[in-house]
């Protein structure tokens, strides 16, 4: 029996006090008052604590004791701030970093991050404030010890067949398919596109005691009807202009074997009449044909459809629908099980390693907007964008510039989220902006703030420095533009 193991996802991570106590925070400040106060809030929180008031005394507090999160403030006897934190991510580079000052300038906002700070918080601050921080900050350090663990990994048995996962929702689609596997009875496989219907099919059969005979799928949407019961249930010479032989069913054909009905709620009624004919009695009768072939085979079923609401519109045949309906098998949403992304992401990239030969990995950034987006195509839709992104990447890590333009769009609208917090009620807005030209905003007022340094602009706005190159030259704007400071 398979057992669910806990995946890191935004929303399936520890429970924040569950978190911290597997956690150790160092506090760098000189006033002592502060240095109390906060490693009260932290203790509060659940994490043990250490401080330090000076460079030299940090660095014996990290050698002793490694630190899951670094408070520091930027000024400070001994060097002051942003040389530790540099020598803190060189050193210790599985450590977030959370600068503290009361020198709130985008200037040395801007310079902490390009040292290696992951959030910046002023003084005074509130203990709101600091909880707020304290547990963002270890989120991210949990999220990137997982990813870390998953690029090491970078392959994974962990699933069912050619499934992947270990999420408690496919750990229940996996109970189920252990169980219907051994079986012939019709199944329903539900779920929306791109959920892996047609492989969950396969898995049944492949794991079933007839493995050995044909699997047929049989697309019911993207064939004309008259076409799917030919195929279905075959011809005879004769029985239409151009059937100038006879023709065996898949039905008849697949013999021991599974004929997989995919988006099966497309059928026309006439034709389902006939289907559910073929389940009951276990014969078909061939078009234009007078004599009945019998039949062995196993009838799979899948729809992206809700036919419980078709079935009371008179769309599809109630009793088609419980012959079918014998075992259902409900596939859940990929946003549904979102602690499974990291690990279907190495399956597509490990799978690529072996077609190609070339490895890939994730950058942790890569990784956190994969696993907190919504995925309407679902698993499709996250092997495409793999796909993608190792087509396009130029070395062998993927970044944000590698991804589609969905994905970095959301990545822009989460940071703002983070950062907005508590709005007023909005007033009308007096002018609509169209994504194009938000884009550009973010880009030239980034490139401002920054005073023109590109290469740091392009990591801030998750986007690759030719792509930010490009966009320049779109605007208008040449590659040696001086920006004024905002």
């Known amino acids: ?32 008052a502060i240095r109390s106060a906060v490693a009260e809030v932290a203790r509060a929180q659940g994490y043990s604590v ?7 005394t940090a660095r014996a507090a990290l050698k002793a004791h490694l630190a899951d999160i670094v408070l520091l403030d930027l000024k400070f006897p001994g060097g002051g701030g942003l040389p530790l934190i540099e020598e803190i991510r060189t050193l210790y580079p599985e450590s977030v970093v959370v600068v503290m000052t009361a020198y709130a300038t985008v200037s040395s906002a801007v310079e902490a991050m390009r040292t290696g ?11 709101d404030e600091l909880s707020e921080v304290l547990e963002r900050a270890s989120e991210r350090r949990h999220f990137d010890t997982e990813s870390r663990r998953l690029r090491e990994k970078l392959r994974t048995a962990d699933g069912f067949g050619p499934l992947v996962g270990r999420s408690t929702e496919m750990e229940r689609v996996y109970r189920i398919l252990a169980k219907v596997a051994h079986t012939t009875h019709p199944v329903l496989i539900l779920g929306e596109s791109g959920t892996g219907k047609e492989i969950v099919a396969r898995t049944i059969h492949y794991n079933g005691p007839n493995a050995s005979h044909p699997f047929i799928p049989i697309d019911c949407g993207s064939l004309v009807p008259s076409l799917i019961e030919s195929e279905l249930f075959g011809y005879v010479k004769g029985a ?7 023709k065996e069913g898949l039905l008849a054909t697949a013999g021991a074997g599974t004929v997989f009905l995919d988006e099966v709620g497309e059928l026309p009624l006439d034709l389902q009449a006939k289907v559910l004919r073929a389940l009951q009695e276990k014969e078909i009768r061939p078009v234009g044909s007078t004599q009945r072939v019998p039949i062995r085979a196993r009838i799979l079923a899948a729809t992206h459809r809700d036919l419980n609401a078709m079935v009371e519109q008179g769309r599809f045949r109630k009793d088609l629908y419980f012959r079918l309906n014998v075992v259902n098998v409900k596939l859940p949403a990929l946003r549904e099980r979102a602690q499974d992304i990291p690990l279907l992401a190495a399956h597509f990239l490990e799978r690529r390693r072996r077609e190609t ?10 990784l956190r907007v994969l696993a907190s987006y919504d995925w309407p195509g679902n698993v499709r839709e996250l092997e495409n964008t793999i796909e993608r992104a190792c087509t396009l990447s130029s070395g062998p ?20 989220a983070s950062h907005a917090g508590p709005q007023p009620a909005a007033e009308p807005a007096a002018e609509i902006l169209t994504i194009a030209e938000l884009e550009k905003q973010a880009i030239l007022t980034t490139l401002r703030n ?11 706005l998750g986007i690759g420095k030719t792509t930010l190159y490009r966009k320049l030259k779109e605007y208008g704007i040449s590659e040696t533009a001086e920006f004024d400071g905002a």
């Open 397 to 416: 890590i993927l970044h944000m510039g590698d991804l589609t333009s969905q994905l970095q769009e959301h990545r822009l609208q989460s940071q703002r």
């Open 357 to 366: 030969g070339v490895l890939h990995t994730l950058s942790d950034d890569v």
């Open 50 to 56: 250490s401080s330090a008031d000076s460079a030299d």
């Open 117 to 127: 700070a992951s959030e910046y918080l002023t003084k005074p601050f509130n203990m």
């Open 450 to 460: 920054l005073h023109g340094d590109k290469l740091t602009a392009a990591r801030l």
């Open 240 to 246: 239409f202009p151009g059937a100038n032989r006879s």
């Open 1 to 32: 029996m398979l057992t669910a193991t806990r995946m890191f996802s935004p929303e399936l991570s520890p429970p924040p006090a569950e978190r911290a106590s597997m956690m150790h925070v160092l506090v760098i400040d000189d006033d002592s």
